[in-house]
């Protein structure tokens, strides 16, 4: 596939239970975005992966929220203990390499609803 | 640290009429501004991007947006809407070289009236 993929499309739980989103990124892209899109607000930015340094963890709201990077590609973001607040569309997006000109490319994101 | 701010949630216009939606930003650093383009049921997709140079900047389906540094601001504009612009559409900055460091603005939904 030539773009961002992400999976589920969407997925309902339980308040409570525990998610994993994964993100599939451009083949070649260093770089690996999350971040979260609530209902009447803008994104979010939670996260940012890059080659094999230290991730910005920066933008996680709670310890609940964690991800990781296997081999420098794909990305899981895993959702502990979930409340309804975390109900929103998660977004991944990759780019090139570092720098302010490089394009994000977004996957379709996944629609979380917890209940 | 840099923000964003859209004015107006929600905006409709008629087929043909022109397409006006606003972006000002905040930042300590000359910015890199963005629009992105979300259509339903899909992924952002950059509508066009400032860096440095030109300041009216061209992009695609006839969108255009300019660069207004004393006005701060990086306003959207289309002159002839099309059914097709109906989406969401979000405003972003960059400050410096910091890849991460990227704001989104809370977006604005533009409706096309037949």
């Known amino acids: 596939g030539a773009g961002v993929s992400q999976s589920p499309s969407n997925k309902v739980t339980e308040k409570g239970k525990d998610v994993e989103l994964r993100c599939d990124p451009i083949?070649?892209?260093?770089?690996l975005y999350w971040y979260r899109q609530s209902l009447g607000q803008g994104l979010e930015f939670l996260i940012y992966?890059?080659?094999?340094?230290?991730?910005?963890k920066s933008g996680l709201p709670s310890d609940r929220f964690s991800a990781e990077r296997t081999g420098g590609s794909v990305s899981t973001l895993t959702i502990q203990r979930t409340q309804q607040e975390d109900s929103a569309v998660y977004l991944c997006?990759?780019?090139?390499?570092?720098?302010?000109?490089?394009?994000?490319?977004f996957g379709p994101g996944t629609r979380l609803t917890v209940l | 640290a840099q923000s964003v701010t859209q004015l107006g949630s929600h905006v409709s216009v008629s087929e043909g009429a022109l397409v006006l939606l606003r972006c000002n930003y905040s930042s300590s650093v000359p910015p890199y501004l963005f629009w992105y383009v979300q259509y339903p049921n899909q992924g952002l997709q950059l509508l066009l991007k400032y860096t440095t140079g030109a300041t009216l900047v061209k992009g695609i389906n006839g969108f255009e947006a300019e660069f207004k540094k004393s006005e701060t601001s990086f306003h959207l504009t289309k002159p002839s809407a099309h059914m097709s612009d109906a989406a969401e559409y979000f405003c972003?900055?960059?400050?410096?070289?910091?890849?991460?460091?990227?704001?989104f603005g809370a977006g604005t939904r533009l409706t096309v009236k037949p």
């Open positions: 997006a990759s780019s090139l390499s570092p720098g302010s000109n490089n394009e994000q490319f």
């Open positions: 992966f890059q080659g094999n340094s230290a991730p910005d």
């Open positions: 972003a900055v960059r400050s410096g070289y910091n890849n991460n460091d990227m704001r």
């Open positions: 083949s070649g892209h260093t770089a």
